[in-house]
């Protein structure tokens, strides 16, 4: 997978050359560029803000810049086809496991790093007629630019990516993983030792007997699931219950 990244900031993407991520680069996995936008600026000041039409605080991303950078890292591209734009802000479309994994079937993320109010409506606009645009959200929450934003998703994507981890049945155990009961969350977990400051290892995960052990990780995933997303539970599909998930919950106080 190709990824290109512009931002005012490019030394924030360190990161991503340690851990999985950065394995995955030194295999060839991921080729991700990152790039200064204020390499397609024009003045002494390398300006790439300005006040906002209508009045209001704060500045906005001029759309020339933008433009020209979107436009030179398209045309730099190795290989012929168009990239999908991803531009991180508050008022996107929540960004989740199952986009995660649509992103990563993609062979090309362009991600744009806003900052202060955000860039020119006009730049979605002009890509959104050529390109698929999508303006994601990582959170009901503000940051003070994208750059946090695309470091998450591109973990997210990147990590599915085959060959990136070294077990892929971990895919399949995460949290909001694709498929039946894609809603429920991952239990706690344990290693060695087996004890430790007086706190102890279940026992059932001791005992060996997959099946006890397989029905006890369902359990505690209801649990935690009910305790810390009750909304999620409003989502289970019935169908995907058996008679102990529903005594459970109706233990738990929900009813599905």
Known sequence: MRI?????????????DVSLIGKARERGILDIGVHQLRDWTHD???????????????????PEPWGEAVDAVRAAAPAPGEPRLIVPT????????????????????????????????????????????????????????????????????????PGVLGNVCSVADDSFAPGAMSNLLEGPVYTKPPQWRGHEVPEILLSGHHGRIARWRRDEALRRTARNRPELV?????????????ELLAELGFEV
């Open 234 to 246: 409003a989502g289970f599909d019935p169908a995907d219950l058996d008679k102990r998930d529903r």
């Open 90 to 161: 508050p008022s996107g479309r929540p960004f989740t496991q199952a986009l995660a994994t649509e992103l990563a079937a993609e062979p090309w993320l362009l991600f744009a790093c806003g900052r202060y109010e955000g860039i020119d409506s006009r730049v979605m606009a002009e890509y959104g007629a050529r390109l698929r645009v999508d303006e994601v959200s990582i959170g009901d929450y503000v940051l003070a630019g994208g750059e946090v934003a695309v470091l998450v998703i591109v973990e997210a994507v990147g990590r599915l990516l």
């Open 44 to 62: 002494v000041h390398r300006t790439v803000d300005d006040t906002p039409y209508g009045g209001g605080p704060g500045m906005v991303m001029k």
């Open 4 to 16: 290109d990244i512009i931002s005012i900031f490019p030394e924030y993407f360190a990161p991503l």
